[in-house]
């Protein structure tokens, strides 16, 4: 709801100060307002100017708090990269991939060579020269005519099919015609099978290969420009008051509110620019920076009581995927972080639960498991914003800082007034990089477009109502026959869901397949 301003009439002036609420409802701030002593009485509750007597104060209010800005201050902690323009082209995705997909079912045939056909954004991965496992498909022993159970199926790219874009493949250990044979003959290999990308097999001469493709996709970042302003009479400054106003404390209390509007932006800022007409100077561009709320590609959406299975689940989902990072900070909501500390340990005395201080010099919970230490911080700012039920799990090493401009600050005096205007800009953005972090929705809200969503599932019987969400991918704590046969109690199975015909009618079809943990950015 937005604040109500409100007049406040001061005694021995002639003009009435406007002023607004805190979060307290006193009407004890002067937003927009030049720190002149009739203005500062106003302030302070209509204490005529020359009067400004307060007999006692908290100095904490004065204080620099970091822990408050938690995501500004790892911002400014993190690599810094200077930039020529606003507007950035980040890649998040900083780990190469692993994991390759058929679309098509491969029809087991004499044929030395096939075409394997994979999914569009895959088929140009491998190169010539590659090898390729196929986990799903069993290989066969060296004569090619019995088949190894759980050893699996291992391909040779030596081409590219011209009409397809798609490797041809020939098999190392698949079936032969005949024991004496030099070559395998094609393999079945069904629809949807998982491949893996291994290291390529030269010949003995051979010193040259085929470069890897490494085709980033870029999102672009804007870098949102940022100042704070204060303007201090010089009729003020040399007064002698009773609370000690001097510059730094006025300063102070202007910088902590200027961080605290920042960090609100850096969290759920949104993504824009449009141009302004400036007096004098033309038309100029603004630009608003994403806050990386919107940012996250991995989103576990949570529901019900926390558990000492789901946060071992959640450490497994963030240390063990593609992009490992070396740290765990969970910055959290008030309500998420009560959640988390009230889990019950004490069927599990191997888990180790100490307070220390970080390296960023915060007091935090640490929670260490098999997978990783996980720190656990409160963000202030996320009850703010409404999120007491959310928080966000952070790799510190994975965040880039952006600026287009230093910070700088300036002392000018006010053109025509007996007043010195002094300021900050900043010019700078931050963006989530790699593919590690989480974001943990407690608020049921709508994920991000492009984001998989993900939510820890611990019943036998497969997700139905509600629960069942096409894309979504569910993290197993107990094995579950109702998915598959094979979904066991730490795997990761997604839905996929289809509807056919209307009204009456319509039929749900919903297909499993186990999920590899591999996040693709758009």
Not at 312 to 330: H, N, Q, R, W
Request: glycine share 8%.
């Amino acid at each position: 709801m937005a604040e109500t301003a409100t007049e406040t009439v001061v005694v021995g002036t002639g003009n009435p100060v406007p002023t607004s609420p805190g979060t307290a409802g006193v009407n004890s701030q002067a937003p927009g307002n030049a720190t002149t002593v009739s203005n500062v009485a106003g302030a302070t509750g209509g204490i005529a100017p020359g009067n400004l007597v307060e007999t006692d104060i908290d100095e904490q209010i004065f204080r620099f708090q970091s822990e408050d800005t938690a995501l500004m201050s790892l911002m400014l902690k993190a690599k810094k990269v200077k930039v020529n323009s606003p507007e950035v082209e980040h890649f998040m995705i900083d780990e190469q991939r692993s994991t390759l997909t058929t679309d098509t079912a491969v029809t087991a045939s004499t044929k030395v060579q096939f075409v394997l056909p994979l999914v569009a954004s895959d088929q140009n991965i491998p190169r010539d020269y590659h090898t390729l496992l196929v986990p799903d498909v069993d290989g066969y022993t060296p004569d090619g005519q019995t088949v190894t159970p759980g050893k699996s199926l291992m391909l040779f790219v030596t081409g590219r099919d011209a009409t397809t874009d798609n490797p041809i493949v020939r098999a190392v250990n698949g079936p032969k015609a005949n024991a004496t044979d030099a070559f395998c003959t094609t393999p079945a290999i069904p629809a949807g099978s998982k491949v893996k990308l291994l290291a390529n097999a030269m010949y003995e001469t051979q010193k040259e290969v085929d470069p890897d493709l490494i085709v980033p996709r870029p999102s672009i970042v804007y870098l949102q420009k940022r100042g704070m302003n204060q303007v201090v009479s010089d009729y003020f400054e040399a007064q002698k008051k009773h609370i000690p106003f001097t510059q730094s404390l006025i300063a102070e209390q202007a910088i902590l509110n200027f961080k605290r509007a920042g960090n609100r932006t850096l969290w759920v800022g949104q993504k824009g620019k449009f141009p302004v007409k400036v007096p004098k100077l033309g038309e100029q561009m603004i630009y608003f920076t994403e806050g990386i709320r919107w940012q996250f590609k991995r989103e576990l959406q949570h529901t019900g009581k926390w558990t000492f299975e789901k946060l071992i689940a959640l450490a497994k989902m963030y240390f063990t995927g593609e992009d490992v990072p070396k740290t765990a900070l969970l910055l959290s909501g008030k309500n998420l972080l009560e959640e988390l500390q009230c889990i019950d340990f004490s069927k599990h005395p191997e888990v180790q639960i100490s307070v220390k201080t970080n390296k960023i010099g915060w007091e935090v919970t640490s929670i260490h498991t098999v997978f990783g230490d996980m720190e656990l911080k409160r963000e202030p700012t996320l009850d703010t914003l409404g999120l007491s039920n959310s928080g966000a799990l952070i790799g510190e090493d994975r965040l880039v800082h952006y600026m287009y401009s230093q910070q700088h600050e300036f002392n000018d005096r006010v053109e025509g007034e007996e007043a010195t205007r002094k300021g900050i800009v900043v010019w700078d953005g931050l963006a989530l990089k790699g593919a590690c972090h989480i974001w943990i929705d407690g608020e049921g809200d709508t994920a991000n477009a492009g984001a998989t969503t993900y939510t820890i599932w611990e019943k036998e019987t497969a997700p139905t109502g509600d629960d069942l969400v096409d894309g979504r991918v569910y993290l197993l704590t107990v094995d579950c026959p109702g998915i598959n046969a094979a979904a066991q109690n730490g795997q990761m199975w997604q839905a996929k869901v289809t509807t056919s015909g209307t009204g009456d009618t319509a039929t749900t079809t919903t297909t499993w397949s186990e999920f590899t943990g591999e996040i693709i950015a758009e």
